[in-house]
């Protein structure tokens, strides 16, 4: 290709062939070239693509304000419901988000209707419920004024697992239900902004997804499984947690049948817990997950709630199908001790940081 | 109430992508707020609402920008976008002086936004004289695709082209034309 080609004449020509990509490297090249020798021509160009970038401009700003009125006066004519996604105008991530909330929002009604009946089923004891509520505590770390500063000054910590490569992890509900930002901490101290994918109050089980295109964690599967069966009486198990800027490891045995206020979903566990270990994970001994700690009796350090694996796995199969999480398991750490098994373990924990 | 939890970045994000959930967490998180301070500074309720969808605006703009970062909360973001707006908005009709709070001076990038968007507004309205004087077809045709966003097959047929190619040469000629009317006018 000559020169002589690029004339000012034929530059609308080009200016097309150029916004329709019909021009290959070659061309755009010498293109430039005679545009940089050209003040003229280069001129006439610049002016083009102004004018086109204003009018681009204007047309996306009108499809805003046409949205923002259109929320306007559904606001204005709709009297507050609890819920409402009036319009699903969304990109595909997040409208995943929306459905994701959706479906929580129905198992969330389901499973607070049981739990009434429950409460009414055992009336007679909801004394001592109510005295079992006020003592159990959240574990859930406020970080007062003497603590560590970060750049990132979380109001409350808790601890969490990850089971997909692109960053879904499990957590406590009541760590991030007052979230107004979510960041996640790796065991190599990287941080991670992430955002609530879906939740069940009820079992207080959120799942929080990594909100960063630069996070991947490699792993073909994970090293553990999500034991569907709970963990009888008397089983040892461990955890790992986040109480403090490290990693921690508590390991116990399952001391109770039955969780908190009776539920037969949790166990009781004789583990030493600390604040900030909300959302850990509890492994038996052969390093599959049995549950998750969600609190413990207030003024003891080793009287541990948690709830069932089983709980995870039913809020997980609750997902709408495009939604899906598609976790893989192994019981790879089946065989290996135990120091092994936190091993392969500790980078799938992650420190859960809210404000 | 159960609702989705979003991060400021997330909404930001959401705004920039026109979507109506971001829009709508904004008007039921924020938007009562601000309309308290403007009716709490003398506004109007009907003038209150106008500057925050003038703060929206400038809000989109901002959020449209490559390096935009929120550097407080949204919700001190957006209300020193409204505070800019309400102040300009009184002294322009009223001529007073007035007591200008601190956080005024908070956000220097939104200074350049609110005056972005004027001269934004200004070119756009350079523009539409210089495509009535283009005349049609090429004014409905350039207004039909940038405006309208109706695509090149659509245009073809209400253009009575023989099919998109001819209707996109016949676009890129418009916008010559209207390049060459606007050169004039800005001569003249």
Same mark, same amino acid.
């Given at each position: 290709m000559e020169n002589y080609f690029f004339k000012e004449k034929n530059l609308l020509s080009w200016y097309e062939d150029y916004k329709e990509k019909r021009i290959s490297a070659q061309q755009r090249k010498e293109l430039f070239d005679f545009l940089n020798q050209n003040t003229k021509a280069k001129d006439a160009w610049n002016e083009m693509e102004q004018l086109e970038n204003i009018l681009m401009k204007k047309s996306k700003e009108n499809a805003f304000i046409k949205n923002l009125q259109e929320v306007t006066a559904a606001s204005k004519t709709k009297k507050k419901k609890s819920i409402s996604f009036p319009y699903l105008k969304w990109s595909s991530v997040a409208a995943a988000i929306l459905l994701i909330g959706l479906s929580s929002l129905i198992t969330w009604t389901i499973s607070n209707k049981t739990q009434k009946e429950t409460t009414h089923q055992y009336l007679q004891l909801r004394k001592d419920v109510e005295n079992i509520k006020k003592s159990q505590y959240n574990i859930v770390k406020s970080f007062n004024n003497k603590e560590r500063k970060t750049a990132w000054e979380s109001k409350f910590t808790g601890s969490g697992f990850n089971i997909h490569p692109e960053g879904y992890i499990i957590t406590n509900y009541h760590v991030v239900e007052e979230a107004n930002e979510i960041m996640v901490e790796n065991f190599q101290g990287e941080y991670y902004s992430a955002y609530i994918a879906a939740f069940e109050a009820a079992a207080d089980i959120a799942i929080l997804k990594i909100n960063d295109s630069s996070f991947y964690q490699d792993f073909k599967t994970l090293p553990f499984k999500l034991e569907k069966t709970a963990s009888k009486l008397a089983e040892p198990i461990f955890s790992l947690g986040y109480p403090l800027e490290n990693i921690i490891y508590h390991e116990g045995y399952?001391? &109770?049948?039955? &969780?908190?206020?009776? +539920?037969? +979903?949790a166990y009781l566990l004789e583990i030493t817990s600390d604040p900030g270990q909300s959302g850990a994970p509890v492994f038996n001994k052969e390093g599959n997950l049995v549950g998750m700690i969600t609190g413990k009796m207030e003024n003891t350090s080793g009287k541990t709630y948690a709830i069932h694996t089983e709980n995870i796995l039913n809020l997980l199969n609750s997902l709408p199908e495009e939604n899906a999480i598609i976790y893989k398991e192994s019981a790879k750490l089946k065989n290996l001790d135990r120091s092994q098994q936190v091993q392969e373990l500790r980078s799938f924990i992650y420190s859960i940081k809210v404000k | 109430m159960i609702e989705n939890i979003y991060s400021d970045d997330q909404i930001i994000k959401g705004i920039a992508e026109n979507s109506s959930e971001a829009i709508n967490w904004v008007y039921n998180h924020i938007q009562p707020m601000i309309i308290k301070w403007i009716i709490a500074k003398g506004g109007q309720y009907e003038i209150a609402e106008d500057v925050f969808q003038e703060g929206m605006l400038v809000l989109f703009h901002q959020c449209q920008k490559e390096d935009f970062i929120l550097t407080s909360k949204l919700s001190t973001y957006l209300l020193a976008i409204c505070k800019r707006l309400w102040y300009k908005n009184l002294q322009q009709n009223k001529n007073i002086h007035l007591e200008e709070d601190i956080s005024m001076y908070e956000f220097h990038d939104i200074d350049i936004g609110i005056k972005e968007k004027e001269e934004e507004e200004i070119a756009f309205n350079q523009i539409n004289k210089a495509l009535e004087q283009l005349g049609s077809p090429c004014k409905d045709l350039i207004k039909a695709f940038y405006l309208e966003e109706k695509n090149m097959i659509e245009i073809a047929e209400l253009f009575n082209y023989s099919n998109a190619n001819t209707a996109k040469t016949q676009r890129y000629k418009c916008m010559n034309r209207l390049r060459n009317i606007m050169k004039l006018n800005s001569r003249s």
């Open positions: 399952v001391s &109770g049948e039955l &969780g908190y206020a009776n +539920n037969t +979903n | -």
